[in-house]
């Protein structure tokens, strides 16, 4: 591998196999035809590991077979452990952007917080490389990803050309069976999920339980949130950095808490 090429990053929250990463690596191909791919992610499915790391457990990283010309590697650990451990012991040196997906199901909203893609492209936006989550409303391990391919090439092409602000990430979400109608740049949607469980019992008569529920939009009608135009057939942008630090409540809570006792 040399310098003067591209070289481009890829993980992704549900596996090494997963359909949504070969088409990810395939759109990356089509749109940098001589760049070195490299995917690292995880040797299976790791939904919903947000930014979790292992700390009790050894790594394994695992050679598998290349991919349209991607070199490939699964790691026994979570998304942020492949982002981690890659660029450590894998990549040859800094990529110049990390691509994360093709996730199998929705991102937006808050969803964001949950999720293993975006994990690993807020661990590697952390390290300071550029770093796109893709995602496309589709649970499914067949998914038609098809569609996305265009909106992949000009959100990818744009954050190449001109990078991304200093600890700024995309989350990008695809809406499912259609071509998008256009690309929004949003906010997440604000709402929460209703948390429920199912109650089980297995062979042995002991209960167990798992997790459904349902996303309630506390504000459907809010024109500048993803799941509106997602919800309309348009694919959602938004950019989200890892920092959490409520910045605008600094100065009310410094009133009255700095200081001494």
Same mark, same amino acid.
């Given at each position: 591998?040399?310098?003067?090429?591209?070289?481009?990053?890829?993980?992704?929250?549900?596996?090494?196999?997963?359909?949504?990463?070969?088409?990810?690596?395939?759109?990356?191909?089509?749109?940098?035809?001589?760049?070195?791919?490299?995917?690292?992610?995880?040797?299976?499915?790791?939904?919903?590991?947000?930014?979790?790391?292992?700390?009790?457990?050894?790594?394994?990283?695992?050679?598998?077979?290349?991919?349209?010309? &991607?070199?490939?590697?699964?790691?026994? /650990?979570? !998304?942020?452990?492949?982002?981690? $451990?890659?660029? =450590? #012991?894998?990549?040859?040196?800094?990529?110049?952007?990390?691509?994360?997906?093709?996730?199998?199901?929705?991102?937006?909203?808050?969803?964001?917080?949950?999720?293993?893609?975006?994990?690993? &492209?807020?661990?590697?936006?952390?390290? /300071?490389? !550029?770093?796109?989550?893709?995602? $496309?409303?589709? =649970? #499914?391990?067949?998914?038609?990803?098809?569609?996305?391919?265009?909106?992949?090439?000009?959100?990818?092409?744009?954050?190449?050309?001109?990078?991304?602000?200093?600890?700024?990430?995309?989350?990008?979400?695809?809406?499912?069976?259609?071509?998008?109608?256009?690309?929004?740049?949003?906010?997440?949607?604000?709402?929460?999920?209703?948390?429920?469980?199912?109650?089980?019992?297995?062979?042995?008569?002991?209960?167990?339980?798992?997790?459904?529920?349902?996303?309630?939009?506390?504000?459907?009608?809010?024109?500048?949130?993803?799941?509106?135009?997602?919800?309309?057939?348009?694919?959602?942008?938004?950019?989200?950095?890892?920092?959490?630090?409520?910045?605008?409540?600094?100065?009310?809570?410094?009133?009255?808490?700095?200081?001494?006792?």
């Amino acid at each position: 591998m040399t310098n003067d090429k591209k070289l481009v990053m890829i993980s992704n929250d549900d596996g090494v196999g997963a359909s949504g990463l070969h088409h990810l690596i395939d759109c990356t191909r089509d749109l940098l035809p001589d760049a070195d791919i490299i995917a690292v992610a995880p040797e299976g499915h790791n939904s919903g590991m947000s930014s979790a790391i292992s700390v009790n457990s050894p790594l394994r990283i695992t050679r598998r077979p290349d991919y349209n010309g &991607a070199s490939i590697y699964a790691v026994s /650990g979570t !998304p942020v452990d492949c982002v981690k $451990l890659g660029i =450590h #012991a894998v990549m040859p040196r800094k990529p110049d952007i990390m691509l994360s997906g093709i996730n199998h199901g929705s991102n937006a909203g808050n969803s964001l917080i949950y999720s293993g893609t975006m994990g690993a &492209a807020m661990e590697a936006c952390m390290i /300071g490389i !550029p770093a796109i989550g893709y995602s $496309l409303l589709d =649970h #499914a391990h067949d998914a038609d990803f098809t569609q996305t391919t265009p909106f992949i090439a000009k959100i990818t092409r744009y954050v190449l050309n001109h990078g991304l602000p200093t600890g700024i990430c995309l989350n990008v979400n695809f809406p499912a069976g259609c071509t998008p109608k256009g690309i929004k740049v949003t906010h997440g949607a604000a709402g929460r999920w209703t948390e429920e469980y199912e109650k089980y019992t297995d062979p042995h008569g002991r209960a167990f339980y798992w997790l459904t529920g349902n996303y309630v939009k506390e504000n459907p009608d809010d024109a500048g949130s993803d799941m509106y135009w997602l919800d309309r057939g348009w694919a959602s942008v938004s950019p989200v950095h890892p920092d959490q630090s409520a910045n605008s409540e600094i100065p009310a809570l410094a009133a009255f808490l700095d200081g001494g006792l």
